[in-house]
T-cell receptor
């Protein structure tokens, strides 16, 4: 079955550690996105990528980094520079602007908690 | 001004009621429009795309008004299972090349 997979579902991090969240899709989508959602809040864009080897900062990129070496994969690293990383992280993919940008499909999310 | 604005609610309605949500967007170059549903502690899932001519899917009707730059979602005969947060999503094909903008969501609770 085609889809988008995030792992792990739950992640605990000690302060000062970097952690990497995985996002893989087999939908042959060009565009991939990372969002952060805090309790009772909307989705805020961290980074997005419209094509392999290219990505753009979103609204809250500070303290995060990404790579897009393969079309299928868009990992997000939460660095120690991110002051308040505890949140629900959602990865999404879509066909992208070059193909008319259909709807986005989401992974099940990763809940990151700093302990 | 935010790219996409929604009334956060909450909307509390009895079963069987009709409820409508509105969403406004700021970029007239926006090309694609969607309504998503998000259940508590879950990922958003596509409810329906919104087409210029308006579209209907069972109890759900979506409308787009490009002149006024707003999108609406109408839910008829509300069910308990409709309780969720509804997100308005707009695609920007301008300078930010296909970026998706999400509204903050409108919370709906349907009570028996």
């Amino acid at each position: 079955d085609g889809g988008i997979t995030q792992s792990p579902k739950y992640l605990f991090r000690k302060e000062g550690q970097n952690v990497t969240l995985s996002c893989e899709q087999n939908l042959n989508h060009d565009a991939m996105y990372w969002y952060r959602q805090d309790p009772g809040q909307g989705l805020r864009l961290i980074y997005y990528s419209q094509i392999v080897n290219d990505f753009q900062k979103g609204d809250i990129a500070e303290g995060y980094s990404v790579s897009r070496e393969k079309k299928e994969s868009f990992p997000l690293t939460v660095t120690s520079a991110q002051k308040n990383p505890t949140a629900f992280y959602l990865c999404a993919s879509s066909t992208g602007s070059l193909r008319g940008n259909t709807e986005a499909f989401f992974g099940q999310g990763t809940r990151l908690t700093v302990v | 001004r935010k790219e996409v604005e929604q009334d956060p609610g909450p909307f509390n309605v009895p079963e069987g009621a009709t409820v409508a949500f509105n969403c406004t967007y700021s970029n007239s170059a926006s090309q694609s429009f969607f309504w998503y549903r998000q259940d508590c502690r879950k990922e958003p899932k596509l409810l329906m795309s919104v087409y210029s001519s308006g579209n209907e899917d069972g109890r759900f009707t979506a409308q787009l008004n490009r002149a006024s730059q707003y999108i609406s979602l109408l839910i008829r005969d509300s069910k308990l299972s409709d309780s969720a947060t509804y997100l308005c999503v707009v695609n920007d094909r301008g300078s930010t090349l296909g970026r998706l903008y999400f509204g903050r969501g409108t919370q709906l609770t349907v009570w028996p």
